[in-house]
């Protein structure tokens, strides 16, 4: 084995020092300088003694060698002997080399330490704060609905962590979610999945924390293993609410989650949004406004005042609030019957605007009886369905739409997907065919003979990136709305979309719903962030086993076009043993942002309800 030399363990030991950083490159620029100062002040004492005699000697020597050194400027007003003015010459050059690596390495030094603040690696220190983990579309939705519902808290704070430039994380949020009022928004660069990157969002005192499905192959797999990430970190454990893609995947997340997370998964939850708007048209309307902080929000009301009333008699106690259910040992109960008598435990789910405006009413209002009727709903007939277009969660949308129709009806699909023909085993109520059809094409779409069908969903086809998927939806939606025109055909369109900047431009083909995938699981995230409990509430109100929203005719509750109050609609829903939440007025149908549905008015507000207007109710199918 060799043995390094002096002057190999010279310049290793060099290597090791210079390689400790700023401080150490200043460090060694001092020596040097020193060293020249000193040179230059014995040469000059030396060399030139009358010189230094003039200038105080050694002391005065040393300052003049030190000044030419830090500003080689000073050398052009030095007179006096050759050597002395060579000196100082020498002492100014030496300066200038010292004094510009010294600048070079505090300029390196502080454009790193800025590198460091821009890429956000500093611990957040804020506490009571909201956490959203990962990366995708839905987080301006999230940032968006979380900043309105803290509009008038003015230590609101939202923490996000993704792998992305924070400065880009930043922009793209101004841009796309828009300005944030009071929440301040802070932002790190980091890998969700790496327990030393959540260190940095102060978990322990968080109010909640959203984990986000993010874009690219294989999304869950990033979700399960942030939430095994969150489960195994040491200290306090603030409630987790995650979205997982692919319903398949729902156990194993549950699995590395634990208790305390809530898990939305978002194939089923738009595929059930997606079939029971093809059933009644102003569904995704009134769920996306039911999710959005906006307009009526849901919340859950404890209020001893009912205690021994029965769920019937407490329909109408609010005056600008809508009781639609009881939250009773942790389960929700959306329309129970009207006899359910209300215990002290119970909370009383309602809708409002705000949580201070939910008022008992002045007495129970009274119901018109002269404006109230009770026609029968007419039974289930078997119908005829067409799907255009297919993708991952087209096999649910099928198997929740056999769950709803009548036995005997019929489902085509015409798509050119190659998964759109396989995996329909099982059904008990729809005959299910496939076509191949470009959906984009006016003649093959001609073909199908649309003026057959009583509903048309337009799903969005995954082979397609999300922002081209919306575009070929918008040229069949558009295609469907002029043959509608020409044809004088009627069938109800239910459109599936993912971005919601193309909502106003889907406006002009007057399909009766679209459906923003993507944002209503981010509304749906931002609700569950600020209560969790409410998950229980919206699982049911999507459940196809209990009590759904109907917008239903409204001249089967009260007399068209006569006067009435809502407490009035309110009571001819309950003898139907429905909660009546709201209407929808026909001639506002294609007027944004609401498109005619009204949640939630006031009890005493008197209103007309005309034939094509509808009263929204929870209710049995």
């Known amino acids: 084995m060799l043995r390094a030399t002096f002057r190999e363990r010279l310049r290793y030991w060099f290597d090791n020092t210079m390689s400790r950083g700023t401080t150490a490159l200043i460090g060694w620029l001092a020596l040097i300088s020193l060293g020249l100062i000193l040179l230059v002040t014995a040469l000059g004492l030396w060399l030139t003694p009358d010189e ?43 300066g200038l080399f010292i ?20 890429k956000g690696r500093s611990r957040i220190i804020e506490t009571g704060h909201i956490v959203v983990l990962g990366w995708s579309e839905q987080v301006f939705t999230i940032v968006s609905e979380l900043a309105q519902a803290h509009a008038s808290d003015r230590r609101s704070v939202i923490a996000i962590l993704a792998d992305k ?7 793209e949020i101004r841009q796309f979610a828009g300005e944030t009022g009071r929440t301040r928004l802070v932002c790190r660069t980091g890998r969700p999945t790496e327990p030393t990157d959540l260190d940095l969002m102060n978990l322990a005192a968080a109010r909640s924390v959203v984990v986000l499905s993010p874009q ?41 989650g634990g208790p305390d997370v809530h898990l939305v998964d978002s194939d089923d939850t738009a595929s059930r949004l997606i079939v029971q708007s093809s059933r009644q048209s102003g569904m995704s309307v009134v769920c996306m406004d ?36 009881l939250r009773r040992a942790g389960t929700a109960m959306l329309n129970p019957p009207m006899g359910t008598v209300v215990s ?39 119908e005829r369905t067409l799907i255009l277009n297919w993708n991952g969660r087209g096999r649910q949308v099928v198997r929740y739409l056999d769950g709803y129709v009548a036995p005997g009806s019929v489902l085509d699909i015409a798509s050119d997907h190659p998964n759109a023909a396989v995996g329909f085993e099982g059904l008990g109520n729809l005959t299910v065919n496939v076509k191949e059809c470009d959906t984009s094409d006016r003649y093959a779409l001609d073909s199908l003979g649309l003026g057959l069908y009583q509903h048309v969903i337009v799903l969005s086809d995954d082979r397609y990136s999300p ?3 919306d575009t070929r939806t918008l040229t069949t939606l558009l ?37 923003i995938s993507d944002t209503v699981i981010g509304l749906l995230l931002a609700q569950l962030a600020e209560n969790r409990h409410l998950a229980e509430v919206f699982g049911r109100l999507f459940d196809s086993g209990g009590s759904e929203i109907y917008p239903r005719p409204a001249e089967r509750y009260v007399r068209p076009g006569a006067p009435v109050d809502f407490a009035s609609v309110i009571e001819s829903a309950r003898r139907r043993g429905e909660t009546a939440i709201g209407y929808r007025l026909a001639d506002r149908a294609n007027e944004a942002p609401h498109f005619g549905v009204v949640l939630n008015p006031d009890k005493s507000r008197s209103l007309r309800l005309g034939p094509g207007d509808s009263v929204i109710v929870l209710a049995e199918r």
């Open 52 to 94: 230094a005699a003039k200038h105080n000697g050694a002391p005065g020597m040393l300052w003049m060698t030190l000044m030419r050194a830090l500003s080689p400027g000073k050398v052009a007003s030095d007179t006096g002997s050759a050597p002395f003015v060579a000196l100082m010459f020498v002492a100014s050059l030496g």
């Open 99 to 118: 004094v510009s690596a010294l600048v070079g390495v505090l300029s390196n030094d502080l454009k790193s330490r800025f590198e460091e603040l821009r």
């Open 165 to 171: 430039d924070k400065i880009a994380m930043e922009d």
């Open 216 to 256: 690219g192959e294989d999304p869950d797999a990033h979700v399960i293993k942030t939430l095994l990430a969150l489960a195994k970190r040491p200290g306090g454990h603030p409630p987790v609410v995650a979205a997982i893609a692919g319903s398949s995947n729902m156990a194993a997340a549950r699995l590395a």
């Open 290 to 325: 039911l999710l959005d902080f906006s307009d009526g929000e849901i919340y859950l009301r404890s209020d001893p005042d009912f205690t021994g009333m029965t769920y019937g008699e407490i329909l109408p106690a609010y005056q600008t609030a809508t009781v639609i259910g």
């Open 344 to 382: 002290g435990s119970d909370e009383i789910i309602v809708i409002a605007h705000d949580d201070s405006m939910i008022h008992l009413a002045a007495g129970m209002p009274s119901a018109r009886e002269e404006s109230i009727v009770l026609v029968e709903h007419t039974g289930q007939s078997a």
């Open 467 to 469: 922002g081209h998927a």
């Open 479 to 515: 295609q469907l709305r002029d043959m509608q025109s020409s044809l004088g055909e009627r069938y109800s369109i239910v459109s599936e979309m993912h971005d919601e900047n193309n909502r106003s431009l889907a406006e002009v083909t007057r399909a009766d719903d679209i459906v």
